[in-house]
């Protein structure tokens, strides 16, 4: 596994992204969809940013799952990709206002989830 750039301005050097449980991303969109039933929506399309709101970088994820799955991941540091950008992660202020919904899981809580599935389906 490639990790992307470590020379970018932040903590660890590495990207930053927000990384959602996908349960999390499901309930945004019953959300959303309630909101369209009960006819709430205030134009024929709405836009809402979702996420946790909050960044990750790369080697903090990294460290993360390393810690919940017990497992020792393979990576190096490579050069950065051409377009990368330092970080990138969602203002969820409208999807908490006006939707009332809010990312519950933490990274680790997203990553242990994952892993389990993952361990599941491959047994």
């Known amino acids: 596994m490639s990790v992307f750039g ?7 050097g590495t990207c930053i992204r927000d990384y959602i449980h996908v349960v999390d991303l499901a309930k945004a969109h019953v959300s959303a969809l309630k909101r369209l039933v009960e006819e709430k929506n205030t134009s024929n399309y709405e836009v809402f940013n979702i996420g946790t709101g909050k960044g990750s970088s790369v080697l903090e994820v990294i460290s993360a799952f390393e810690e919940v799955s ?15 950008v330092i970080a990138a992660f969602a203002d969820t202020t409208k999807a908490n206002t006006v939707l ?8 680790k809580e997203a990553l242990l989830s994952a892993w389990k599935w993952e361990e599941k389906i491959r047994r």
């Open 70 to 84: 017990n497992q020792q991941l393979n990576y190096k540091i490579v050069d950065r990709r051409e377009g990368d």
């Open 6 to 12: 470590n020379d970018y301005p932040t903590k660890d």
């Open 100 to 107: 009332g919904w809010k990312a519950q899981s933490s990274l």
